[in-house]
């Protein structure tokens, strides 16, 4: 199958932000469901719920990601690179937003989200992940972080099952949003060893299907 490729497309959702737990509460400016596809340069734009990452293996270079709870959320496996994610502020949405919401159940599930190189900036505040699943994987490696990060950093809510299997990593972040002080205590400190099979797109074997 060959790889879906996307240059410089710009997507938007300006639905109204609905109440969270009730059957109106996404407003999804893009779904990715298919296997190997890339963006280059591209731009979604929603409030809640931007980018439904769902399945497959799947490349984001330099794109831009704005929104304010669960800015991109499913179950793929995905490398994000150099992309910049901006935090709004919505003042209809009670709870604080999170950057990730990635669905993993078992450890038998090759998926997450690797962020690479990005910025995460913006004029609202929001975790950088919560789980949904209790394998949920996200890692976060020499990304800027901002204030826009709130110090605990990941978030239990609304999730019921365990939290010792929950893989959400940073390594060598930087910037105010990144001190791990007073980060959650399922945090994995990832040191260089960890952290080298997700520093490259070999993560979704990148080297098979992606442009040179």
Request: charged fraction near 15%.
């Amino acid at each position: 199958m060959h790889p879906l490729i996307l240059m410089h497309i710009w997507t938007q959702n300006d639905a109204p932000t609905g109440i969270a737990n009730t059957s109106h509460n996404q407003s999804v400016a893009a779904y990715v469901g298919g296997d190997k596809a890339a963006f280059y340069s591209c731009g979604f734009y929603s409030s809640h719920n931007t980018l439904l990452d769902n399945e497959g293996r799947h490349y984001y270079d330099r794109c831009y990601i704005q929104g304010a709870i669960d800015i991109i959320f499913g179950q793929a496996r995905s490398v994000f690179h150099e992309c910049e994610i901006f935090v709004i502020a919505d003042q209809r949405i009670e709870i604080q937003g999170s950057v990730t919401a990635h669905t993993r159940t078992s450890v038998n599930e090759n998926t997450g989200f690797v962020f690479l190189k990005g910025r995460i900036y913006g004029i609202g505040h929001a975790f950088l992940g919560r789980p949904k699943g209790d394998h949920s994987r996200v890692v976060f490696a020499k990304t800027y972080l901002s204030k826009s990060i709130t110090p605990q950093g990941w978030s239990d809510w609304n999730h019921h099952g365990s939290l010792e299997h929950v893989y959400h990593a940073e390594y060598n972040c930087h910037g105010p949003g990144s001190s791990t002080a007073g980060r959650a205590p399922w945090l994995k400190k990832l040191s260089g060893q960890e952290a080298a099979p997700f520093l490259s797109t070999d993560f979704i074997d990148g080297k098979q299907w992606l442009l040179a």
